[in-house]
């Protein structure tokens, strides 16, 4: 199982990233698909989720119009559009696979990638 982001960086406040994480391994279209944040000394927490099927989206109220997830079933992707940057969007972001059904008690973790808003 493999979970591996990129698109991080710098960017400058009020700036775009757009992150990628290409997953392999598993069954892709059965996973509820997440992106987690951790900025130093604070706890991990849930920016965005999209789930199977429908594909449902949430998002923490800190990102609500700023940031946009999406899924690609046909290429095992998930991405995180992140407009409107601020200094307190900097964090490692990870992406976390969660499985559904048959594949429920399954959670699956990238390395993550750095991203810093910063002038």
């Known amino acids: 199982v493999q979970l591996v982001e990129s698109g991080g960086g710098l960017v400058q406040p009020r700036g775009s990233l757009r992150l990628s994480c290409a997953a392999s391994?598993?069954?892709?279209?059965?996973?509820?698909m997440n992106w987690y944040r951790q900025a130093p000394g604070k706890e991990r927490e849930l920016v965005a989720g999209i789930t199977t099927g429908v594909g449902r989206t949430n998002y923490a109220d800190s990102v609500k119009g700023r940031f946009t997830i999406s899924r690609d079933n046909s290429k095992n992707t998930v991405s995180l559009q992140m407009n409107s940057l601020n200094p307190e969007d900097t964090a490692v972001y990870y992406c976390n696979a969660r499985g559904e059904l048959v594949f429920r008690g399954r959670d699956y973790w990238g390395q993550g990638t750095q991203v810093t808003v910063s002038s």
């Open positions: 391994g598993f069954t892709f279209s059965s996973y509820v």
